[in-house]
């Protein structure tokens, strides 16, 4: 079993930052890939990026490429998001994943095994 606890969301305003940080115990080396999605009101969760195990392959869904930056540090079982100039649309509830299993749906929530509870995000005007 692996546990996840995000934090380091919080307010912020558009074009500001915030680097929201998820932090693994248990199983964790059985962790091939961590991702972080998110989910607004009234929408489906969604996919925002996602990091291998060695943190040399990275993805990203196209709305936050060039803003956003996925890093890992396994010494720490932790893997940070660096959210810079934020949008209003980025307002969510981000949560981290861990996929135990090589896959090449890494966007697709089905291919993670474990889910933390989500820290909020919201961007103001």
């Known amino acids: 079993q692996v546990q996840l606890v995000e934090s380091g969301g919080g307010l912020v305003q558009a074009g500001g930052s915030l680097r929201p940080s998820c932090e693994a115990s248990g199983r964790t080396f059985s962790s091939y890939l961590m991702g972080w999605f998110r989910q607004a009101p009234a929408k489906e969760r969604e996919f925002v990026a996602g990091?291998?195990?060695?943190?040399?392959?990275?993805y990203y869904a196209d709305s936050v490429k060039g803003r956003f930056t996925i890093s890992r540090d396994n010494a720490k079982n932790t893997v940070y998001l660096q959210m810079n100039s934020l949008k209003l649309e980025d307002t969510a509830l981000y949560s981290c994943a861990v996929a135990a299993t090589p896959s090449s749906w890494y966007g697709m929530a089905r291919s993670y095994d474990y889910w933390g509870q989500g820290t909020q995000v919201t961007v103001s005007s």
């Open positions: 990091i291998t195990r060695s943190g040399s392959n990275t």
